[in-house]
């Protein structure tokens, strides 16, 4: 695991160069709206997408990471599926009702049905490589391919490579903090729960991390964003009291949150100074753009989530319960 998180800038540049050879077959009609379907990284990755083009597109964009197509779904519906082992079920059973529904279709996959059907079709198709294992280190594959197929189908502009480009400069130029910077993060999330909070554009930045502490250091972590928990979950910070005690928020904040919720942050900080163990700020400074602060902080809380499994004894290659789960899915 410690050398696919090094190896996070060169896997963003060779995401870019799959990209730019993607197997490209035109729409037959017009696109008046997206979905993006995958599971567990592959709809991480959607999410963050969604997120980072929420103000570019000028079509509706949904995000589903479960079995059912919404019933808008039609000819002028792009339905992109993400998988890389291109047996997800779920993903599957998204890609059959969309080609049902005469719905443009593309796919990212490195293998297994999808890829199958994609070259019986002749459907758009995203390759990735096949070797990659544990898939959830390689979110930057499917972030840049969705990127790079958004922009093919003439939805948005192709601003996203330089920035990627800048992305990975920003993280080779910058590795040494980083990594002392998720050393000391994760030494303060030992032994507490993190409850991780941002603005709402961020969501899937912070639930990528909880997903990578909850899979690499074996931990539970929480995710919620502003102003949303304003309205609900702030007033829950009274129990249970002993979980409370042992919890630990992590603020993270951009150049790019919105000025209101820096003011709410703001107006927070003492009601979480009184009631967590403590609290923990991330304030990015660097990068000149969304997606720029977006790849670094992942990049930054991957590195964390690795020395937290290295606090917890934890190994970060065990998949005994994923294993399991699988295993019983099978059976029916």
Request: aromatic share 8%.
């Given at each position: 695991m410690q ?5 996070f800038?060169?896997q ?7 990209g730019q050879?993607i ?5 037959a ?10 599971v567990?990284t ?16 000028s079509v ?7 079995y059912t ?37 593309a ?15 002749g ?44 992305a ?8 040494a903090?980083?990594?002392?910077g ?14 991780l ?10 639930a ?8 690499n ?18 007033t829950?910070?009274?129990h249970?009291?002993?979980i ?23 107006c ?5 100074t ?5 609290i ?11 997606l ?5 902080l992942?990049?930054l809380?991957?590195w ?13 290659l065990?998949?005994q ?12």
């Amino acid at each position: 695991m410690q050398q696919l998180i090094e190896g996070f800038s060169k896997q963003i540049l060779q995401a870019i160069e799959y990209g730019q050879h993607i197997r490209f077959t035109p729409a037959a009609y017009e696109i008046r709206n997206v979905v993006l379907s995958g599971v567990g990284t592959e709809g991480n990755a959607a999410d963050l997408v969604a997120s980072l083009v929420v103000d570019q597109l000028s079509v509706p964009l949904m995000v589903i990471k479960s079995y059912t197509l919404p019933g808008f779904v039609n000819k002028h519906t792009l339905v992109i599926v993400s998988s890389f082992s291109g047996h997800t079920e779920e993903t599957i059973a998204v890609l059959e009702q969309a080609l049902a529904k005469d719905a443009t279709v593309a796919l990212i996959t490195a293998g297994g049905k999808m890829l199958q059907t994609a070259t019986e079709k002749g459907l758009t198709l995203a390759t990735l490589p096949d070797n990659t294992s544990p898939k959830r280190a390689f979110l930057g594959f499917h972030l840049v391919q969705l990127l790079f197929l958004l922009n093919r189908y003439g939805l948005m502009d192709d601003a996203f490579v330089g920035q990627l480009r800048k992305a990975v400069e920003l993280m080779d130029e910058r590795e040494a903090f980083i990594r002392d910077g998720a050393q000391e993060l994760a030494e303060a999330l030992t032994g507490h729960l993190p409850i991780l909070y941002g603005d709402s554009r961020l969501y899937p930045v912070l639930a990528r991390f909880s997903q990578q502490i909850n899979e690499n250091a074996k931990q539970l972590a929480h995710v919620n964003v502003l102003p949303e928990m304003n309205h609900n979950e702030l007033t829950g910070f009274v129990h249970p009291v002993e979980i409370i005690d042992k919890s630990v928020v992590v603020l993270v904040q951009t150049d790019f949150d919105h000025p209101r919720v820096r003011h709410r942050i703001n107006c927070c900080r003492p009601i979480f100074t009184r009631k967590a163990a403590a609290i923990v700020e991330v304030l990015l400074r660097y990068g000149d753009s969304l997606l720029e602060q977006c790849v670094y902080l992942i990049h930054l809380f991957d590195w964390t989530s690795f020395y937290l499994a290295g606090q917890n004894g934890a190994d970060v290659l065990d998949t005994q319960v994923a294993d399991y789960l699988q295993d019983e899915l099978s059976k029916a």
